[in-house]
């Protein structure tokens, strides 16, 4: 069965410093979205990314962040200038217009 | 505000014991309904969804869910658990004809214990 792959599985950085997290939705998925997850807390929306744009953002997406989709196969989310408070797991997701959302294993972002 | 509700946090149970993981959503329109899991150090999998119809759905791993909309639930069963079904559980909804069926509403999750 096609799966959502993201990588890395863990990244550390230094705050002050962007991190890209990269994911290869699946292939012929139009629908892509970032979730997060704060350890203790629930899952997030932040964004969903249709026909090259933003279709929807939570207030959480702020200037710092930012997606991409830089060839056919990936998509990407950048973080400007990481905080503290950005440390979390990061979901990549994907769907068709009818399908439900297909999750990615999720990138642990640690901040220190 | 829109929101789900899980109102246990963490529920442990026997192996071969019955299973119910209560869900409550608020919201004013007609919602899709979805479960998910998650099992330590990997993504979240689709157990079931409900989007309209037969009130009753099934699903993976012998997960079933019941839609009542008198109550705004969406409670996950399964009859016998299994000691691979120790996970965390995520109840998640979004509305119908938002536009966008990927801007999921999650509860809070409810941590699985199974007990040999």
């Not at chain 1, 297909?102 to 640690?110: A, E, M, Q």
């Not at chain 2, 979240?44 to 791993?61: E, N, R």
Request: proline share 4%; net charge negative; charged share 20%.
């Amino acid at each position: 069965e096609p799966e959502v792959t993201q990588t890395p599985s863990h990244q550390v950085t230094q705050m002050g410093q962007e991190v890209i997290l990269r994911c290869v939705p699946i292939s012929n998925h139009l629908y892509f979205y970032w979730y997060r997850q704060i350890l203790g807390q629930k899952v997030e929306f932040l964004v969903s990314f249709y026909n090259n744009e933003i279709s929807e953002k939570s207030e959480i997406f702020d200037d710092q962040f930012s997606v991409e989709r830089p060839d056919g196969s990936n998509f990407t989310l950048k973080i400007r200038s990481t905080k503290l408070e950005d440390s979390a797991m990061y979901f990549c997701a994907s769907s068709t217009d009818v399908s439900p959302l297909h999750f990615g294993n999720g990138t642990r972002l640690t901040v220190t | 505000a829109q929101s789900v509700t899980q109102p246990d946090i963490h529920i442990t149970v026997s192996e071969g014991a019955s299973l119910e993981l209560r869900c409550n959503y608020s919201y004013g329109a007609t919602p899709y309904l979805f479960w998910y899991v998650q099992s330590p150090g990997q993504g979240l999998q689709l157990l079931l969804k409900y989007f309209s119809g037969d009130t009753l759905v099934q699903g993976i791993k012998g997960f079933e869910a019941e839609f009542k909309r008198s109550q705004s639930s969406f409670n996950l069963r399964k009859p016998s658990v299994h000691w691979s079904d120790a996970a965390e559980y995520f109840c998640a909804v979004t509305l119908e004809g938002s536009g966008n069926t990927g801007k999921l509403i999650f509860g809070q999750g409810t941590t699985l214990q199974v007990k040999p």
